[in-house]
């Protein structure tokens, strides 16, 4: 449970959907990392599926995974990349969660036979989610996903009102992230629709104690003075949140408009200005800003139309740039133009290749035909998950000549280089499931450990024999090839510790082409870059100055 010095942040956004919650409340916590503080983020979710896991990427983007296993919001990508603290089971939930649980009690007689209700049935559920599973965190903060209205959300800002009353409101601190839109006929930011929103959640019982304003223009002092004003907050406590041209400009825009001395203000912690360390960003943010080069990196993909759901990927791309003091120019290509029209038209001026992980048949040959192309022109390439199980097929009916050679999630009667797992092994147990079983949260979930081949490019790159990285899968490239494989220039570079399962395969005859069956995005930060995608985009530069 809560320690009596936690101090509980609840981040809720208003007016409209997408402002950036997640954004601002990773930064927020960055930036109080920066003063010394200890923090935690979560996410509430008020959908009522039980995870974002079987719903479409166009829907809610990417599904990102933690170590134990856990399908989240994409918010949680940020709160990770931001801060570098990792985040649990415990730091992600939905309505569907939360009713589940509230329901499973219910069928186990554990509430006695009372009348099951919203209140406090769910809420004390929803407020035992956030206070519970901490240690000895400063401040944890946790986001509220929609917005304020929402006939989803209102259960969740009851029990946060609850929560401020039972610890006490120098314990809390509530933060509303609005829009402050611009008119340019009248020439002006309009505050109407953030008083109306605030007004909204004092209906609920909440009085904001920061509103942080997205807008697209400065904000004049008389303005922030009648927010201040008709909002019942200080005025000091009415933050810009300008747009930036770079995320990671967020917590050192943040920082100047002395949000984190609002926040220790608001608890009464002692602010000394000189005790605030952001050098990291300010470093990150310098050499977005002065890059020696820029390098043009395509990702093909099948929902580039929404580039949400390669969020962890995008922004991995940049950090393997950043690395290398570089820009990544990157090019989003659907698929399905490659079965249409020749590769060169697209690729021809890239100088890295990329095909993601995806779900479905639908532009399968154009993530082969991108491919062939990288691996007959000598462009770096890492295809990741389902990109990998690609590059294999490709391999197989390319190279070997095995024109059958496919995955039986889509062709049971192929030469079955790509097959259903049935079983495996976690931590010690195993896993077992079936082609008819339920879609959520049956695939191969979470961090895995995997053994790296001696010599081979892999283990150069990451400096180590043993890696530990996370997957979300259900298809895995049958060992049974890897002999058939091995004769034809692809070697299998990285296996699970029982050399099982096959987690890495790498071109020997390329200079740089490797794919991986887990996820590398996830775990890649501005500040502690991923070593494959540093290595693909120096690799990448390398071919340029050729």
Same mark, same amino acid.
């Given at each position: 449970?809560?320690?009596?010095?936690?101090?509980?942040?609840?981040?809720?956004?208003?007016?409209?959907?997408?402002?950036?919650?997640?954004?601002?409340?990773?930064?927020?916590?960055?930036?109080?990392?920066?003063?010394?503080?200890?923090?935690?983020?979560?996410?509430?979710?008020?959908?009522?599926?039980?995870?974002?896991?079987?719903?479409?990427?166009?829907?809610?983007?990417?599904?990102?995974?933690?170590?134990?296993?856990?399908?989240?919001?994409?918010?949680?990508?940020?709160?990770?990349?931001?801060?570098?603290?990792?985040?649990?089971?415990?730091?992600?939930?939905?309505?569907?969660?939360?009713?589940?649980?509230?329901?499973?009690?219910?069928?186990?007689?554990?509430?006695?036979?009372?009348?099951? %209700?919203?209140?406090?049935?769910?809420?004390?559920?929803?407020?035992?989610?956030?206070?519970?599973?901490?240690?000895?965190?400063?401040?944890?903060?946790?986001?509220?996903?929609?917005?304020?209205?929402?006939?989803?959300?209102?259960?969740?800002?009851?029990?946060?009102?609850?929560?401020?009353?039972?610890?006490?409101?120098?314990?809390?601190?509530?933060?509303?992230?609005?829009?402050?839109?611009?008119?340019?006929?009248?020439?002006?930011?309009?505050?109407?629709?953030?008083?109306?929103?605030?007004?909204?959640?004092?209906?609920?019982?909440?009085?904001?104690?920061?509103?942080?304003?997205?807008?697209?223009?400065?904000?004049?002092?008389?303005?922030?003075?009648? +927010?201040?004003?008709?909002?019942?907050?200080?005025?000091?406590?009415?933050?810009?949140? +300008?747009?930036?041209?770079?995320?990671?400009?967020?917590?050192?825009?943040?920082?100047?408009?002395?949000?984190?001395?609002?926040?220790?203000?608001?608890?009464?912690?002692?602010?000394?200005?000189?005790?605030?360390?952001?050098?990291?960003?300010?470093?990150?943010?310098?050499?977005?800003?002065?890059?020696?080069?820029?390098?043009?990196?395509?990702?093909?993909?099948?929902?580039?139309?929404?580039?949400?759901?390669?969020?962890?990927?995008?922004?991995?791309?940049?950090?393997?740039?950043?690395?290398?003091?570089?820009?990544?120019?990157?090019?989003?290509? *659907?698929?399905?133009?490659?079965?249409?029209?020749?590769?060169?038209?697209?690729?021809?001026?890239?100088?890295?290749?990329?095909?993601?992980?995806?779900?479905?048949?639908?532009?399968?040959?154009?993530?082969?035909?991108?491919?062939?192309?990288?691996?007959?022109?000598?462009?770096?390439?890492?295809?990741?998950?389902?990109?990998?199980?690609?590059?294999?097929?490709?391999?197989?009916?390319?190279?070997?000549?095995?024109? *059958?050679?496919?995955?039986?999630?889509?062709?049971?009667?192929?030469?079955?280089?790509?097959?259903?797992?049935?079983?495996? %092994?976690?931590?010690?147990?195993?896993?077992?499931?079936?082609?008819?079983? *339920?879609?959520?949260?049956?695939?191969? +979930?979470?961090?895995?450990?995997?053994?790296?081949?001696?010599?081979?490019?892999?283990?150069?790159?990451?400096?180590?024999?043993?890696?530990?990285?996370?997957?979300?899968?259900?298809?895995?490239?049958?060992?049974?090839?890897?002999?058939?494989?091995?004769?034809?220039?692809?070697?299998?570079?990285?296996?699970?510790?029982?050399?099982?399962?096959?987690?890495?395969?790498?071109?020997? *005859?390329?200079?740089?082409?490797?794919?991986?069956?887990?996820?590398?995005?996830?775990?890649?930060?501005?500040?502690?870059?991923?070593?494959?995608?540093?290595?693909?985009?120096?690799?990448?530069?390398?071919?340029?100055?050729?």
């Amino acid at each position: 449970m809560t320690t009596l010095k936690t101090k509980f942040i609840f981040i809720t956004g208003g007016v409209v959907s997408s402002l950036g919650k997640g954004l601002a409340s990773a930064s927020l916590a960055s930036i109080l990392q920066g003063r010394g503080f200890k923090v935690r983020l979560k996410k509430l979710d008020p959908y009522l599926n039980v995870d974002p896991g079987t719903m479409s990427p166009y829907q809610h983007g990417e599904v990102y995974v933690t170590d134990d296993g856990t399908e989240a919001d994409l918010d949680l990508g940020h709160y990770e990349r931001f801060s570098g603290v990792s985040a649990t089971k415990y730091d992600s939930v939905t309505s569907g969660k939360i009713y589940q649980s509230v329901i499973n009690k219910e069928r186990r007689g554990e509430y006695l036979g009372a009348t099951i %209700q919203v209140v406090p049935h769910v809420t004390n559920e929803i407020k035992e989610f956030i206070l519970s599973h901490l240690t000895d965190e400063d401040f944890v903060l946790c986001e509220i996903g929609g917005t304020v209205g929402d006939i989803e959300g209102q259960p969740y800002l009851e029990a946060i009102r609850q929560i401020a009353y039972d610890l006490g409101r120098e314990r809390v601190m509530f933060v509303h992230l609005t829009l402050l839109p611009y008119i340019p006929t009248a020439g002006e930011l309009k505050t109407k629709p953030t008083q109306h929103s605030v007004k909204k959640l004092q209906e609920y019982g909440i009085q904001p104690d920061m509103l942080l304003c997205r807008s697209q223009i400065a904000i004049e002092q008389n303005e922030k003075r009648k +927010l201040a004003l008709f909002c019942n907050v200080k005025e000091e406590n009415v933050i810009t949140a +300008l747009d930036v041209s770079n995320i990671y400009e967020v917590p050192l825009a943040y920082a100047k408009e002395g949000i984190d001395r609002a926040v220790c203000n608001h608890f009464g912690i002692e602010c000394n200005e000189h005790h605030s360390d952001l050098s990291k960003w300010q470093h990150i943010v310098e050499i977005c800003k002065n890059p020696k080069g820029s390098v043009k990196i395509a990702v093909v993909g099948k929902y580039t139309q929404l580039l949400e759901a390669y969020k962890s990927l995008h922004e991995a791309i940049k950090h393997g740039a950043i690395a290398n003091q570089y820009k990544a120019d990157i090019s989003w290509i *659907d698929s399905e133009l490659l079965e249409k029209d020749e590769p060169e038209r697209y690729l021809k001026d890239v100088q890295g290749i990329i095909v993601p992980g995806g779900f479905g048949k639908r532009g399968t040959q154009g993530k082969i035909n991108a491919i062939t192309y990288a691996r007959e022109h000598n462009i770096a390439f890492l295809g990741i998950c389902f990109g990998m199980q690609m590059a294999v097929i490709e391999t197989m009916r390319n190279v070997a000549g095995i024109q *059958d050679a496919d995955t039986t999630e889509f062709n049971p009667r192929c030469t079955p280089v790509v097959g259903l797992m049935t079983e495996w %092994q976690k931590e010690g147990e195993k896993q077992t499931r079936s082609k008819d079983g *339920d879609l959520g949260g049956t695939m191969r +979930l979470g961090a895995y450990p995997c053994i790296l081949k001696e010599g081979s490019k892999v283990r150069k790159i990451y400096g180590s024999s043993e890696i530990s990285e996370r997957h979300r899968h259900r298809y895995e490239v049958n060992m049974s090839f890897e002999n058939t494989l091995a004769q034809n220039g692809m070697i299998i570079s990285g296996k699970s510790p029982d050399g099982q399962l096959p987690e890495i395969v790498e071109r020997t *005859d390329h200079p740089w082409f490797i794919g991986v069956q887990f996820h590398p995005e996830l775990k890649s930060k501005p500040f502690e870059p991923h070593p494959l995608f540093v290595s693909l985009i120096k690799a990448a530069i390398e071919t340029k100055a050729e």
